[in-house]
T-cell receptor, first 116, second 114 residues
Framework: GAVVSQHPSRVICKSGTSVKIECRSL??????MFWYRQFPKQSLMLMAT?????????EQGVEKDKFLINHASLTLSTLTVTSAHPEDSSFYIC????????????FGSGTRLTVV | GENVEQHPSTLSVQEGDSAVIKCTYS??????FPWYKQELGKGPQLIID?????GEKKDQRIAVTLNKTAKHFSLHITETQPEDSAVYFC?????????????FGTGTKLQVIP
């Protein structure tokens, strides 16, 4: 089945630095990738939708200059948290539409970001 | 936009008993309803899904029902096992074309007591 590989699984960074999270579709082409943020014991909140070869679409309230998304190829989408602050600490998850006729979504394994 | 409500937020059952999680959605245009299981520190895993042209779907111990008129759908897990313990999320999407964003419910933490 479709697999989305997400790295790193955990990262700790200092305030003010930037962190890049990568999601790769391993055995299919992902022209679209959804990026979610999940706080402890809460649901997944969509941050943005990336499309290969075009600008990402951000949800209301999400700072596009802080959360840079790049979808440079059909198999790679990246999320960069710039000038990270402790409040950016969260679980970030990517998801791509599956190969089952467009229905179904495959999730990455998530990245636990801790900003100290 | 779509709004998905999920109940209960926590659920404890004895091993072997059944568990039922219920969700409602607001947008009648939604036509795809997946359920995800999320274990601690991991990404969600699809366990079952249903499309709006079907009222019920079953896969071994897991079943999902959909009532389009009432705009609610439910997850049923029978003969629960300790490994079923996790957080379960329902979701709704206008899945046609596959590139519509998914709206998640608030999650249900299921604990199966051995």
């Amino acid at each position: 089945g479709a697999v989305v590989s997400q790295h790193p699984s955990r990262v700790i960074c200092k305030s003010g630095t930037s962190v890049k999270i990568e999601c790769r579709s391993l055995d299919f082409q992902a022209t679209t990738m959804f990026w979610y943020r999940q706080f402890p014991k809460q649901s997944l909140m969509l941050m943005a939708t990336s499309n290969e070869g075009s600008k990402a679409t951000y949800e209301q309230g999400v700072e596009k200059d802080k959360f840079l998304i790049n979808h440079a190829s059909l198999t790679l989408s990246t999320l960069t948290v710039t000038s990270a602050h402790p409040e950016d600490s969260s679980f970030y998850i990517c998801s791509a539409p599956g190969t089952g006729g467009g229905y179904g979504y495959t999730f990455g394994s998530g990245t636990r970001l801790t900003v100290v | 936009g779509e709004n998905v409500e999920q109940h209960p937020s926590t659920l404890s059952v004895q091993e072997g008993d059944s568990a039922v999680i219920k969700c409602t959605y607001s947008d009648s245009a939604s036509n795809y309803f997946p359920w995800y299981k999320q274990e601690l520190g991991k990404g969600p895993q699809l366990i079952i899904d249903i499309r709006s042209n079907v009222g019920e779907k079953k896969d071994q111990r897991i079943a999902v029902t959909l009532n389009k008129t009432a705009k609610h759908f439910s997850l049923h897990i029978t003969e629960t096992q300790p490994e079923d313990s996790a957080v379960y999320f329902c979701a709704a999407s206008m899945g046609s074309g596959g590139y519509q964003k998914v709206t998640f419910g608030t999650g249900t933490k299921l604990q199966v007591i051995p």
